[in-house]
């Protein structure tokens, strides 16, 4: 069974904010300084398949696909140490991650599946970490006629279908569908296993297949609803903390009550 | 590009299979802003199956139309049977714009419909506004880093509010609006997921949305044994327990715990952060609450530039004394 796992390479969030630099003639955003890092929700995504592989063994054969303006092998050899099976990257200049709205990513990441071949089951976070759209999974669903369940909390495969836990208010709901499908997946599956040494020089070693936009028959642009007007630094509201002081726990925790008291935030 | 002569049609969620979802009003909102620059009236769209009762509280909204699909395939969500009835409704109502509130429904339900109609689509819109003829939708992207605001090129186009984003709209005194109802005509072809199984907790203690203080942990918390202290900490303070996102990914509290971005999104009176570093995804569900305490080791956390109060220690030693101290506030007899 083939699993492929798309995974989007998105500037670490952890930043300070100084470093996303707004260049408003090319309405585009710089970033100083910033590491590029796997986009948390795709991390979970890479988990959901490293459970099933773990599940099933040997019949399981984890593809990553990322597609992006410049990816950063170093940062992708992190799902191959984790257990992905190979990568299949996709770059060109144009694969800009908040110009390109869901409509392109989705018709992007279409041309590169189609183009790899054999897959029953697409995984992707429930939303990217750059622009939270979480619109693309049901465009890639769309596209090629398959149905989609969003929100997975737990992914296992029997018998030619997929069973999701998907995630409803207060609890879960549970989800099936005939293989070949898509499936998005939320943070409740778990964070990304870390990889041992061993896994980490194995992973040197795994097949890379790097595709530019010519090797993929695709025109993003004809597909585009969504434009970029205006790009806002926005300000924190900051507020002035006052600090608690006191010599013991016992003392800390009485001295922040009294003055909770006294300024009247608790009654 | 302007609006066609369609109406912006609001999505009408319904909670706990009778009550009129409070993403409701603020979707409105947005609606009569999107109506009003382009010139076209605002209607009300309900899915489900016996909406009477909503329907009817629907009426007191100042709309023109609410077209209602009542089947018995819609009565619990089911994401192919609602975007199959959706599509027939808007056969019909032929709108420029679908608003909704950015619900766990909606995350799943809005880009089906999207790339079903080839409608654009913005979702988790923090605000709207009109700019030299086109309406722009703003939301917050690079982890909040930076925000940005798009235009729409299709019709009809699609957005969905976050919550507590816009002021809801007000209740009139008396109803108002035809109803017209359509046929959910669902075809069995449509329909390839099948829901085999629900599991629903039931939630002990305040839910984070109606409290008016919360507590909440993180990272920091280091257990769901220290979550358990907290909750006796939340119990004496009428108060709801949350978290950032580490305590959900841990297994330390169940996922309708978690506030922030992709949590839930909360303004209470009182907000204690404890053992919460202060990510920017977590700041974006909690920046609006009235004071803000936070509890951390290190001094240098994100957390306090945003916070009221702060004390730099150690929730394991904090939660305990903050107990014992309440506690004493609680039985001292000169209280005030």
């Known amino acids: 069974m083939n699993i492929i796992v798309c995974m989007k390479q998105v500037p670490d969030h952890t930043a300070p904010r100084a470093a996303f630099v707004i260049n408003h003639t090319e309405n585009k ?29 040997d019949n399981i054969r984890i593809r990553v696909l990322s597609v992006g ?76 006629g398959m149905p989609v369940i969003t929100l997975a909390t737990k992914v296992s495969v029997s018998q030619g279908k997929v069973i999701v836990e998907r995630l409803i208010p207060n609890g879960y709901e549970i989800v099936e569908a005939v293989l070949p499908a898509v499936v998005t997946v939320s943070n409740e599956v778990g964070e990304l296993r870390y990889p041992t040494i061993v896994q980490i020089r194995e992973a040197k070693s795994k097949p890379i297949l790097s595709l530019g936009i010519r090797d993929i028959d695709v025109h993003p642009e004809e597909a585009k609803k969504v434009k970029i007007r205006t790009l806002i630094s926005p300000e924190l509201n900051h507020r002035e903390c006052k600090y608690i002081t006191g010599e013991t726990p016992a003392e800390l925790g009485r001295n922040l009550v009294f003055t909770l008291t006294r300024d009247k935030i608790i009654g | 590009m302007r609006g066609g002569t369609g109406p912006v049609v609001v999505l009408a969620e319904i909670e706990e299979g009778e009550k009129l979802a409070a993403s409701f009003l603020e979707a409105l909102h947005a609606a009569r802003k999107i109506a009003e620059a382009y010139e076209t009236r605002v209607d009300a769209l309900v899915l489900g199956n016996n909406v009477e009762k909503v329907v009817e509280e629907i009426t007191y909204y100042g709309l023109d139309t609410i077209y209602v699909v009542d089947d018995a395939h819609l009565g619990t969500y089911h994401p192919e049977c609602y975007l199959s009835a959706f599509r027939r409704a808007c056969k019909d109502i032929r709108p420029t714009a679908i608003v909704m509130g950015h619900t766990l ?46 235009t ?49 907790r039931e939630h002990a203690g305040i839910k984070l949305e109606d409290a008016a203080i919360i507590v909440a942990g993180g990272r920091g918390m280091g257990s769901a044994e220290r979550f358990r202290e907290l909750a006796v900490l939340a119990e004496m ?66 957390i306090f530039k945003i916070a009221d109060y702060g004390i730099v220690g150690s929730c394991a030693e904090l939660i305990p004394s903050l107990i014992e101290a309440f506690q004493e506030t609680v039985n001292s007899p000169s209280r005030n």
Request: charged share 25%.
């Open chain 1, 29 to 57: 955003v710089e970033f100083r300084g910033i590491q590029p890092v796997l986009s948390l929700f795709d991390e979970n995504a890479l988990e959901a398949a490293l459970q099933i592989k773990d599940a099933e063994k």
């Open chain 1, 69 to 144: 303006r410049r990816i950063a092998k170093r940062v992708m050899m992190k799902s191959l140490a984790v257990g992905a099976d190979d990568l299949v990257t996709v770059e060109d200049a144009a694969f800009d991650a908040i110009r390109l709205d869901s409509f392109e990513t989705a018709s992007i990441l279409v041309a590169a599946i189609e183009k790899i071949g054999h897959w029953d089951l697409i995984l992707l976070g429930r939303q990217a970490a750059d622009t939270n759209a979480g619109q693309t999974a049901a465009g890639i669903a769309s596209k090629l």
């Open chain 2, 105 to 150: 429904r909606s995350i799943d339900l809005a880009p089906r419909i999207a790339f079903d109609l080839d409608a654009g689509l913005i979702s988790d819109c923090t605000g709207i506004d009109f700019d030299s003829d086109e309406m722009v939708f703003f939301k917050p992207v690079f982890s909040g880093n930076v925000v940005a605001g798009y």
């Open chain 2, 152 to 200: 729409i090129e299709t019709r009809p186009f699609i957005v969905s509010m976050r919550p507590k984003s816009l002021e809801p709209v007000r209740r009139l005194e008396k109803e108002q609006g035809s109803i017209i109802r359509i046929p959910a005509d669902l075809a069995a072809s449509d329909i390839r997921i099948a829901v085999t199984d629900w599991v629903v």
């Open chain 2, 237 to 302: 303070l009428g108060a709801a327990v949350g978290a950032s996102r580490p305590p959900v990914d841990m297994g330390w509290v169940p996922s309708e715990s978690q506030v922030g971005q992709t949590g839930v999104i909360v303004a209470p009176d009182v907000y204690f952060a404890i053992g919460i570093s202060g990510s920017i995804q977590h700041i974006a569900g909690m920046a609006n609450s009235r004071t803000i305490v936070a509890i951390n080791t290190d001094p240098e956390a994100n």
